[in-house]
């Protein structure tokens, strides 16, 4: 009998370590399926701004640390290098399998003829080191010839570009970013694979509800990205509220014991977007991340709302002449 106790003692234990070894670390933001069926942690960490060498090596140890488990660059930041070194030193230390990890990159406007989709994707993983990426965008539908002048490739070839590569399973989903109804209605009806996810600026006072709920009823999903809008200074001389103090989101996060931040970030997330708040610094990553003990009512929901005016952050007022600019303010 005491034989039989001490045998099934040693097999419960065994049964304990070896589900804790094999048991991944689960990262504090829930994860969304996507219509190809992946799943994307609806908070990523956002990288797209210039810094000082190696800073977002370091923002990305930390986010991981936190409990980030998706980072957002793209060519453009010219920062996958850092990116790439910050998710290595975070597997190095044990805290995450590259399997634990959600990493989007983007291809650039220079690169957007059907045949230079996947060597630019196989640049972009060699930057950061990885086999392959978890989410590849079309930055913009605009294309552009190497010296920065007007190209008209049209977007649905570049399309064609970025099925190959998710057939070749260097990128497991595909979408694009900054793309307008009607643009994403042609390649819906142009396509093969249907884009998973469009990467939008959606902030309070660019709340883009219209389409948002375009994407939501073709089954692509919301990244919201800028999603502070001008709670944080940006370049616009004449910002418009909200801002960091503004007395209605101060009365919000006070009921709640949070920050302005966290009430616009936990606004988007009841909207059913995947938000990507970017911060270099450690304590203001992990307040991005911590939204998921409070909730907001959908009357507060609505207050935040009516801060739209249909102002952008990011204007990309530079390409408004090229074909298929997306915008119309
Ligand atoms: N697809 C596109 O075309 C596109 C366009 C724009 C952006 N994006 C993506 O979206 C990400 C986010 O956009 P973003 O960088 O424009 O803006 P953001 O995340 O809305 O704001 C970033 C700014 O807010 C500050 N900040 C972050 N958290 C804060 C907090 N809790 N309280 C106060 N200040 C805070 C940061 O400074 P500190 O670092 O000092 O905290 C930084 O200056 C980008 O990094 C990029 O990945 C994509």
């Not at 797209?48 to 640390?65: C, P, S």
């Not at 109804?181 to 219209?210: C, G, H, W, Y």
């Amino acid at each position: 009998m005491l034989m039989q106790q001490a045998f099934l003692i040693f097999l419960l234990y065994g049964l304990y370590f070896h589900c804790g070894s094999e048991t991944h670390i689960a990262g504090k933001a829930p994860d969304i399926e996507l219509n190809d069926g992946n799943k994307i942690p609806v908070v990523a960490l956002g990288t797209g701004r210039k810094t000082e060498a190696d800073e977002f090596r370091q923002a990305v140890l930390w986010a991981i640390e936190e409990g980030y488990r998706h980072i957002d660059t793209a060519a453009l930041y010219e920062n996958e290098p850092q990116v790439g070194r910050g998710i290595a030193d975070a597997i190095a230390k044990g805290l995450v399998k590259r399997d634990d990890l959600f990493i989007t990159t983007k291809l650039w406007n220079d690169r957007h003829a059907q045949d230079q989709v996947v060597p630019a994707l196989r640049e972009s993983l060699e930057r950061l080191g990885l086999d392959y990426v978890d989410l590849y965008l079309i930055h913009c539908p605009v294309a552009q010839n190497a010296d920065g002048s007007p190209s008209d490739i049209d977007y649905a070839e570049t399309w064609r570009g970025m099925e190959v590569a998710k057939t070749l399973g260097l990128a497991k989903s595909i979408g694009v970013s900054n793309f307008n109804s009607s643009q994403l209605d042609r390649l819906f009806n142009n396509s093969q694979i249907k884009p998973a996810v469009n990467q939008i600026e959606v902030n309070p006072t660019m709340t883009q509800v219209p389409l948002v709920s375009h994407c939501h009823k073709l089954g692509i999903a919301v990244m919201a990205c800028s999603p502070l809008g001008f709670l944080v200074s940006r370049e616009n001389k004449n910002p418009p509220p909200p801002h960091n103090d503004d007395p209605i989101l101060v009365a919000i996060a006070d009921q709640y014991g949070k920050s302005t931040s966290q009430v616009v970030l936990r606004y988007l997330l009841e909207r059913g977007l995947i938000i990507i708040p970017s911060s270099t610094n450690q304590k203001r990553l992990a307040q991005n991340l911590d939204l998921f003990d409070f909730k907001l009512t959908a009357e507060e929901v609505a207050t935040i709302g009516q801060f739209n005016k249909n102002v952008r952050v990011v204007n990309a007022t530079i390409l408004k002449d090229f074909p298929n600019y997306p915008f119309e303010s």
